[in-house]
């Protein structure tokens, strides 16, 4: 057997990204994720290795951080993932909207505030999982939010506001954000949801259109991304279609997926 001596390594500094904040840019932002990629090692990677050597593929795509990099450098992408969350996140995440579109349509969604009525959702549905996590105000809310969206005529904004969505859905909890783990925070300062929901919106809504002006002037905005929902086990991309592989494939013995997604799955 032999062993490596870390020590013995030197660092190469083009790898190093420790005063670089790339994971707010573009639309990285858009929605927490567990085991994220650094935005950066993608970008690196994608420079280096992936530039005019055909589609590159992600099959562990999870909220697209590789999509969104291959789409910026004008490369043609796909992804897979088993969770339809990280597929829908991904979408939007891809596909910038057209900022005048999406002003309009978010004008509609915060006038609704107004017409929200407590009475009527006094009555909601019990659910034994949400009610854990919910206290009946913030649910009676994200309860309005959610018909409100859904009225939303045009799908890619109506997804887009459904990620937003998702993504506050933490923060109007009892759920201790700084764990890993699904645990209750007794001394949690929750948020109130029309308020959160309004302030992650402007966020998104911005770097959509920084993102859509950006692949405008490149002539990237039509750059094929494709993400499909499926099991990488049993992949339907066809052998030799793929030029470049960037992934990290689940952490099995250190994340629960399925209890850390079940307020976003
Ligand atoms: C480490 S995360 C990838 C994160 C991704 N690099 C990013 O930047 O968002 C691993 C992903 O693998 C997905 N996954 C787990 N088992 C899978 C399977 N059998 N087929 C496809 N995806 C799977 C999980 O849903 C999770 O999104």
């Not at 796909?78 to 004008?107: H, M, R, S, W």
């Not at 490149?218 to 099991?231: Q, S, Y």
């Amino acid at each position: 057997m032999r062993y490596i001596n870390f020590e013995n390594i030197n660092v190469n500094p083009e790898w190093c990204f420790k005063n670089v904040r790339s994971v707010e840019q573009w639309t990285h932002g858009y929605h927490r994720y567990p085991a994220k990629f650094l935005p950066n090692i993608v970008k690196k990677l994608i420079e280096d290795y992936a530039i005019n050597n055909g589609t590159i593929a992600d099959l562990f795509a999870g909220c697209g951080t590789t999509l969104v990099e291959a789409k910026i450098h004008g490369l043609a992408s796909i992804g897979t993932d088993i969770n339809p969350v990280a597929q829908l996140i991904t979408k939007i995440k891809t596909n910038p909207i057209c900022p005048t579109l999406l002003e309009e349509t978010f004008k509609y969604l915060t006038e609704s505030f107004s017409l929200f009525n407590a009475e009527t959702y006094k009555n909601i549905e019990l659910h034994e999982r949400i009610d854990y996590w919910f206290r009946p105000e913030e649910k009676q809310k994200i309860a309005f939010l959610y018909e409100q969206i859904l009225l939303i005529n045009d799908e890619n904004s109506k997804n887009f506001f459904l990620v937003c969505l998702s993504h506050i859905l933490k923060n109007c909890s009892r759920w201790l954000q700084s764990s890993t783990k699904p645990q209750i925070d007794p001394k949690k300062n929750i948020s109130e949801p029309f308020y959160i929901f309004e302030l992650h919106c402007k966020k998104m809504i911005a770097k959509n259109a920084e993102f859509y002006k950006e692949l405008l002037y490149k002539n990237f905005i039509n750059t094929p991304c494709e993400i499909k929902l499926e099991d990488a086990r049993n992949t339907s991309i066809e052998s030799d279609s793929i030029g470049t592989i960037i992934t990290s494939p689940p952490y099995v013995t250190s994340y629960e997926y399925a209890d850390i997604h079940q307020l976003t799955g």
